[in-house]
Antibody, heavy 112, light 112 residues
Framework: QVQLKESGPGLVQPSETLSLTCTVSGFSLTSNSVHWVRQPPGKGLEWMGIIRSGGSTDYNSALKSRLSISRDTSKSQVFLKMNSLQTEDTAIYYC??????WGQGVMVTVSS | DVVLTQTPVSLLISLGGQASISCRSSQSLVHSNGNTYLHWYLQKPGQSPQLLIY???NRFSGIPDRFSGSGSGTDFTLKISRVEPEDLGVYYC?????????FGGGTKLELK
């Protein structure tokens, strides 16, 4: 059974770095791609980036300078790091496998 | 980036009725490999998006045949027949033919 679960801090100070983890089960990261998508409160969905089965990454150009996605295949975990957070980065952050299966999401609020 | 325009923004439907949602793309979604990567999702209140239809017209695992997708090129439609209470929420189209992947703005399906 495919499962994904995001975890991370619920509150981040402005200008600090966000670190999120997507823990997966039921599939191999070396055979599948994982995307990160975010959704500001009451708004639509925005693609952030991908880590492919081979480990290569690609990012939304609007976030590229601040965003990094990596993984630890031995732990079945995918990581998102984004620096210089601002209030407009407040959102629910989701990881998704191949656009098919989604985690429940984690709410991140950027506030002092 | 490819812009996906969904109409209507909101839809009032009676239980048992039929709903139709349009997704129009700013450019053709036919990939160089001949496939069209246009997908449909439903996001129920407080939940993550769930895949309904992939590649225009293919129902994902466990999706009832009340949901159907059609279209080609730049114009796509999701139809929901015999609307049930669990169909309520926001519907999104996603294109992943072109980088970056982009979403439509969403269509909120509500009960009349």
């Amino acid at each position: 059974q495919v499962q994904l679960k995001e975890s991370g801090p619920g509150l981040v100070q402005p200008s600090e770095t966000l670190s999120l983890t997507c823990t997966v089960s039921g599939f191999s990261l070396t055979s599948n791609s994982v995307h990160w998508v975010r959704q500001p409160p009451g708004k639509g969905l925005e693609w952030m980036g991908i880590i492919r089965s081979g480990g290569s990454t690609d990012y939304n150009s609007a976030l590229k300078s601040r965003l990094s996605i990596s993984r630890d295949t031995s732990k079945s975990q995918v990581f998102l790091k984004m620096n210089s957070l601002q209030t407009e980065d407040t959102a629910i952050y989701y990881c998704t496998l191949n656009w098919e299966w989604w985690g429940q999401g984690v709410m991140v609020t950027v506030s002092s | 980036d490819v812009v996906l325009t969904q109409t209507p923004v909101s839809l009032l439907i009676s239980l048992g009725g039929q709903a139709s949602i349009s997704c129009r793309s700013s450019q053709s979604l036919v990939h160089s490999n001949g496939n069209t990567y246009l997908h449909w999702y439903l996001q129920k209140p407080g939940q993550s998006p769930q895949l309904l239809i992939y590649q225009v017209s293919n129902r994902f695992s466990g999706i009832p045949d009340r949901f159907s997708g059609s279209g080609s090129g730049t114009d796509f439609t999701l139809k929901i027949s015999r609307v049930e209470p669990e169909d309520l929420g926001v519907y999104y189209c996603l294109q992943r033919t072109h980088n970056p992947p982009t979403f439509g703005g969403g269509t909120k399906l509500e009960l009349k």
